[in-house]
């Protein structure tokens, strides 16, 4: 008693939430737990995710709980959960604030407060005070920032939904993508929703734009494979007319076959890349088959692009929006 009375009065200064910290230590601990997948299989709990050999909220958790690494696996899947959810008890409390006190306090406190501890517990706050001292208040600075930067971003994306700018609202689409760098069209490329709504009056540009050498072969690779992943060469859907989609996909096929289009410069996202290698294999390539392409060995640069493509239509881009707004 004589130790957790001094600890609390040397932490009453402190700008320090016991259930905050400890909060944190099982979120930690929850990222480097591997329970939920082997309990989902069915398996038992295993032991440990990653390093935390250097993370001082996994050394707070494994005061508190008493626990070795090891002893993750004994914990049920729902553990953490129903931790941060239920009443921190006294003796647990007074652990965390005992762990938060040797590591935060200055020299003059800490030495006044260990001298107050039983013989047992001061070799432990030695340990925590020489391992941890300053770490906690510098971790949770850093989870505070996270946050804020989190919940700015939040801000921030609903601000670009409210106000990203088109580049077409008086203009012909066909005319103004016809306009646009291999950059946009790649951009296009990557977005379009064949499914979606506006879908059928990107068909004209699409018409046009396989038929241009310049365009980026990583391009008509993901306009091909979006197309024939939708089956609009072949399902009956109302806003799409199969055969004049045949006709500009054939074209598409050939040129990518020939050898007509632009070596590949432009990056293809990992979203897209199983649905082009999709066109590299006789089962999935619905008669749509290409020569094999080793994707990984050819340099490609990232797309620079002011524009993206929302429901077959393009808005100015986050990244634009932000330069723009804040500038």
């Known amino acids: 008693m004589r130790t957790a009375a001094a600890v609390g009065r040397a932490l009453s200064d402190f700008n320090f939430s016991p259930r905050e910290v400890y909060n944190e230590s099982l979120k930690a601990m929850e990222r480097h737990a591997d329970v939920w997948r082997n309990a989902v299989l069915g398996e038992r709990p295993g032991k440990t995710q990653g390093d935390v050999s250097d993370e001082p909220l996994a050394a707070l958790f494994f005061f508190v709980n008493r626990l070795s690494p090891e002893g993750l696996g004994e914990l049920k899947p729902d553990w953490f959960l129903s931790q941060r959810l239920k009443p921190i008890p006294s003796v647990e409390l007074h652990a965390i604030r005992f762990f938060c006190a040797c590591a935060e306090l200055s020299d003059k406190e800490f030495q006044k407060v260990r001298r107050r501890m039983l013989r047992r517990q001061r070799g432990e706050a030695d340990k925590i005070w020489s391992t941890w001292r300053g770490r906690i208040s510098s971790r949770m600075e850093r ?89 609009i060469d072949a399902e009956p859907y109302e806003q799409h007319d199969c055969a004049r989609n045949q006709a500009w996909m054939k074209t598409l096929h050939e040129g ?19 649905m082009v290698e999709a066109l590299f294999e006789p089962e999935h390539a619905s008669g749509w088959k290409l020569p094999h392409v080793d994707l990984d060995k050819i340099p490609t640069r990232p797309r620079h692009s002011e524009w993206v493509f929302i429901d077959n239509h393009p808005v100015e881009s986050f990244e634009a929006w932000k330069d723009r707004r804040f500038a």
């Open 143 to 231: 989870i505070a920032q996270t946050k804020a930067d989190h919940e700015e971003g939040r801000h921030q994306a609903k601000l670009w939904l409210q106000e990203r700018a088109s580049p077409v609202r008086d203009q012909d689409l066909t005319n103004w993508l016809c306009a646009q760098s291999p950059d946009v069209w790649h951009e296009l490329s990557i977005g379009v929703e064949w499914m979606g709504d506006g879908a059928a009056e990107l068909v004209p540009f699409v018409e046009w734009l396989v038929a241009q050498p310049e365009l980026d072969r990583s391009t008509a690779l993901l306009l091909l494979a979006q197309a024939v992943g939708e089956g």
């Open 256 to 274: 990518l076959k020939t050898a007509f289009y632009t070596q590949i410069q432009l990056a293809i996202p990992p979203a897209g890349r199983q």
